[in-house]
């Protein structure tokens, strides 16, 4: 295919560097940094850079945040060739999905999104890899009456790239979902740095402490711009977080040794059968 790659950071970068080193696809990339343009050429990450004609392409991956990757197809959408299929890789689909489908399809252009569930603690084109999708989740995420053969194309592009377990599913339910899985996570990454301890840590801290500072390093604008997309899902995963704390807290609060106990195992219980579950999912 001919594949144009809009936004070369970190994703967008790494996707065209995957594409290179995996597939034979021909693969022009799109930046507003020259510069970075201008990089990918040297690394070989893109076969050439986009010179602003839209015709010939099979496949448009939109690469940006998601205000910026609606903007760019509002505007962009009357230059696309009406055999070219759009997709994103943002992380939230739902009703940002269904304002891209209605801007493709009011005129006669597909889309269909798609969320590669792989990063890195730092962005932007100098930290990607063509590797970052090795063996990663891939999540694709048509609508009831899409086209089963783009379906499959963004399935096979996700395994041509290295994606482990390939899951299709609504936009609705990918939101709902992300919410527990990532976006959850990096929430409660970024306030558990916020303890005055946090100058200190060093010499005391292990690989608990990485694990769950890790993420905190996110891209602030990013990240609010996905946690207020999905803010119904994302407003009930911190409820229900908050309310399983109060039950820790309270067994501290009244050195009540049981009930932590219980809670404890209760958690442990519960990630077992999690990993168990997990280890009989074929991929």
Request: include cysteine; glycine fraction near 8%.
């Amino acid at each position: 295919m001919n594949i144009l790659v809009v936004g070369l950071g970190l994703i967008g970068g790494s996707v065209c560097k995957a594409l290179k080193k995996y597939t034979n696809h021909f693969v022009v990339g799109s930046d507003l940094k020259h510069d970075i343009e201008e990089c990918a050429m040297r690394d070989v990450a893109v076969d050439d850079v986009f010179t602003g004609d839209y015709s010939g392409f099979d496949l448009i991956i939109i690469a940006l945040f998601p205000d910026t990757a609606e903007k760019y197809l509002t505007e962009n959408i009357d230059k696309i060739s009406k055999n070219t299929l759009i997709t994103d890789v943002c992380g939230i689909k739902g009703s940002f999905s269904e304002r891209m489908r209605k801007i493709a399809e009011n005129k006669g252009i597909r889309y269909m999104g798609m969320h590669p569930m792989a990063g890195k603690e730092f962005g932007g084109y100098q930290n990607s890899t063509p590797d970052l999708f090795k063996n990663a989740n891939f999540i694709v995420a048509p609508f009831d009456n899409d086209n089963e053969k783009d379906t499959e194309l963004l399935k096979s592009l996700a395994r041509e790239i290295g994606a482990g377990k390939i899951v299709v599913t609504s936009p609705e339910n990918h939101d709902k979902m992300i919410a527990y899985t990532s976006q959850l996570a990096h929430i409660v990454s970024s306030a558990y740095v916020k303890s005055p301890e946090l100058g200190l840590e060093c010499g005391f801290s292990g690989g608990s402490f990485q694990d769950m500072t890790r993420i905190a390093t996110m891209n602030e604008k990013m990240w609010t711009d996905l946690f207020m997309q999905n803010r119904e899902n994302l407003i009930f995963e911190l409820e229900t977080l908050i309310e399983n704390l109060k039950k820790y807290s309270k067994a501290l609060e009244e050195s009540d040794s049981e009930k932590m106990l219980s809670l404890i195992a209760e958690g442990r219980k519960l990630k077992e059968d999690n990993l168990r579950h997990r280890q009989g999912q074929p991929n």
